[in-house]
């Protein structure tokens, strides 16, 4: 069996943006890697431990038809204690973390990717991805009103076009 590289990926808001998943992507294209995704919960307790999984769930189902190798846990909702939990030199062999851009980032306003690197004494790669685009909005127009068929009634009625004098 050929060896296989263990990479945490710690990521939240980035964790299924096409920049992480090109990432890893070129890595896995180096060397054989098996990927682990922490996704910290966006809040303490039950709550935002729930949100974390599923954000692991979608983000799994983003980045697996890249033909990666990855499965994912939720963590705590302090960045640096879920990854202090989830690591394990004897399995991990280097982490990515992933942020959003300088400014948008909380994680970046504490050096996470650096303090990661501290904690851990390993190889750490910072990969900055771009927040995630909302959905368009779908407004309603309204439609003025018709009576269909009664349409000719109209002018009867005054709901009918506006008259000009």
């Not at 992480?20 to 054989?32: F, G, I, N, P, S």
């Not at 189902?61 to 394990?88: F, T, Y």
Request: proline letters at 9%; aromatic letters at 4%.
């Amino acid at each position: 069996m050929a060896w296989q590289y263990e990479i945490l990926v710690v990521a939240n808001v980035t964790a299924d943006s096409p920049e992480l998943v090109e990432a890893l992507r070129q890595r896995a294209e180096r060397d054989r890697c098996h990927f682990t995704l922490l996704v910290p919960a966006p809040a303490a307790g039950r709550e935002g431990r729930e949100a974390a999984e599923r954000r692991v769930t979608a983000a799994l189902e983003q980045i697996r038809p890249a033909g990666l190798e990855i499965d994912g846990l939720a963590g705590d909702h302090d960045a640096l204690s879920a990854v202090r939990e989830a690591w394990d030199p004897a399995r991990f062999d280097e982490i990515i973390v992933s942020t959003l851009p300088t400014g948008s980032s909380k994680w970046l306003q504490v050096d996470l990717p650096h303090r990661v690197g501290q904690v851990t004494d390993t190889p750490v790669t910072h990969v900055v991805a771009q927040p995630p685009q909302p959905e368009p909005e779908i407004r309603h127009r309204e439609r003025p009103d018709s009576l269909g068929l009664l349409s000719p009634l109209g002018a009867v009625t005054g709901s009918g076009r506006p008259r000009h004098s």
